[in-house]
Antibody, heavy 114, light 110 residues
């Protein structure tokens, strides 16, 4: 059964770049769609974007200018970079796989603060 | 991009039936938007209940069902249990277009 695990810094300085990695185990990364989703404290879910295993991407228009999602099939992980962060980017960040439903990672809290 | 709307809150009695809906500012929700429904309990990651409008995961209780109803995606809970109290989110995932979550419905079983 596929499992996803987010990793990365829990604290990022304002104006810097947030970088997270999602490691995939128990299944192939060379198929399906791989998404990043976030949830600010006490608020709802926001879809950030996805990458197809072929490398094609689609992003949330409200974040598109600051987001890059990439995939490394040899390392079985995919990554999120979000530039020029502010306090509004503080959230739990989830990675997820879309195939016959959606499988989620457990999430990782990233705070933006100096 | 379209705005996806859900009821902010609903209350159901134990054993009762409730329907949560998911509408789009772009028009009627269709099966081509592959609607998802997720359940999230406090402090936990969301888990998928329904995908592609009507399909259930192996862990989805039989009392949950998905459908299209009056131009919206719908999640019906028949025979509510106390453990069903949670936040519920829909997601519209059109091919080749940005995906959009609804704002979520806080379901109280009381």
């Amino acid at each position: 059964q596929v499992q996803l695990q987010e990793s990365g810094p829990g604290l990022v300085n304002p104006s810097e770049t947030l970088s997270l990695t999602c490691t995939v185990s128990g299944g192939s990364i060379t198929s399906h769609y791989w998404s990043w989703i976030r949830q600010p404290p006490g608020k709802g879910l926001e879809w950030i974007g996805y990458i197809h295993y072929s490398g094609s991407t689609i992003y949330n228009p409200s974040l598109k200018s600051r987001v890059t999602i990439s995939i490394d099939t040899s390392m079985k992980h995919f990554s999120l970079k979000l530039t020029s962060v502010t306090a509004a980017d503080t959230a739990v960040y989830y990675c997820a796989r879309s195939f016959m439903g959606m499988t989620w990672g457990q999430g990782t809290l990233v705070a933006v603060s100096s | 991009q379209a705005v996806v709307t859900q009821e902010p809150s609903l209350t159901v009695s134990p054993g009762g039936t409730v329907t949560l809906t998911c509408g789009s500012s772009a028009g009627a929700v269709t099966s081509g938007q592959y609607p998802y429904w997720f359940q999230q309990k406090p402090g936990q990651a969301p888990r998928t209940l329904i995908y592609d409008t009507t399909n259930k995961h192996s862990w989805t209780p039989d009392r949950f069902s998905g459908s299209l109803l009056g131009g919206k995606a719908a999640l019906t809970l028949s025979g509510a249990q106390p453990e069903d109290e949670a936040d519920y989110y829909c997601l519209l995932s059109s091919s080749g277009a940005p995906w959009v979550f609804g704002g979520g419905t806080k379901l109280t079983v009381l």
